[in-house]
């Protein structure tokens, strides 16, 4: 399964409820199992700095299948892999991309989040992966 059109754009509604609730104006990307742009979204007033945030979060969800701070444990200074968030032509091993998972395990996609505190870009994200869950019934 992959995400379709119509969840992203669901993805992007969801997302933004919850940063009009939150009062945060944020950029929000629903990605691919690839890795690749499904949709985007950029409220008004949202740094412009992270649009490429946002990107990175979702990618790194995307491409190692977990939420991107889950990536910090390996990257950080003394740990296993350090550098690693430098491969992939950049990741952002810090909290707002959650990978989107099937109910078999499977990764469909990615949503990343960027723009408010590190807890509210998750909290925003975690809003589009309630959407997605449900739509998958």
């Not at 990615?110 to 959407?131: K, P, W």
Request: hydrophobic share 45%; proline share 4%.
């Amino acid at each position: 399964m992959y995400v379709s059109s119509y969840q992203a754009r669901a993805l992007l509604e969801s997302a933004e409820a919850k940063a009009r609730e939150l009062e945060v104006p944020v950029n929000i990307v629903v990605l691919d199992a690839g890795g690749h742009l499904k949709a985007f979204h950029r409220m008004d007033g949202a740094v412009l700095a992270s649009i490429d945030i946002a990107m990175r979060k979702a990618k790194t969800a995307a491409l190692f299948e977990c939420n991107s701070e889950d990536i910090w444990e390996f990257c950080k200074p003394g740990a296993a892999a350090p550098g690693l968030e430098l491969t992939n032509g950049g990741l952002a091993p810090y909290g707002g991309g959650i990978a989107l998972k099937c109910p078999n395990g499977v990764t469909a996609g990615a949503v990343g989040v960027s723009g408010g505190s590190i807890q509210q870009d998750m909290e925003i994200a975690q809003a589009a992966l309630a959407t997605f869950e449900a739509m998958l019934g």
